[in-house]
Nanobody, 126 residues
Framework: QVQLVESGGGLVQAGGSLRLSCAAS????????MGWFRQAPGKEREFVAR????????VYADSVKGRFTISRDNGKNTVYLQMNSLKPEDTAVYYC???????????????????WGQGTQVTVSS
């Protein structure tokens, strides 16, 4: 069972930046697409970004496109989310997730991700 541990959340003013990291256990990190999701109070978990096995393909939610960048370092078993120009509406708990199936391209749907981290809180003040 893979373990995913997020870090890097915190409190930041609007317009600021944060970089989230997600470290994965095990030896099969490079075999899985990875994703970031977020959940604000009273709302459903929503897709933020995903990245392919090699990192060559990335997909973003429209709400973060141009502001957030997902990347991965397979040598370090880590996926990152660089968040710039943060807005109060970006406030949420951010989760990293591993796709259920290896060697898949991944999707934007939480149900297609079988392993999740514990989440890290991001709060953006206005």
């Amino acid at each position: 069972q893979v373990q995913l541990v997020e870090s890097g959340g915190g409190l930041v003013q609007a317009g600021g930046s944060l970089r989230l990291s997600c470290a994965a256990s095990g030896r099969t990190f490079s075999s899985y697409a990875m994703g970031w999701f977020r959940q604000a109070p009273g709302k459903e978990r929503e897709f933020v970004a995903r990245i392919s096995l090699s990192g060559g393909n990335t997909v973003y939610a429209d709400s973060v496109k141009g502001r957030f960048t997902i990347s991965r370092d397979n040598g370090k078993n880590t996926v990152y989310l660089q968040m710039n120009s943060l807005k109060p509406e970006d406030t949420a708990v951010y989760y990293c997730a591993r796709s259920t199936s290896p060697y898949s391209r991944g999707t934007n749907y939480p149900e297609d991700f079988g392993s999740w981290g514990q989440g890290t809180q991001v709060t953006v003040s206005s």
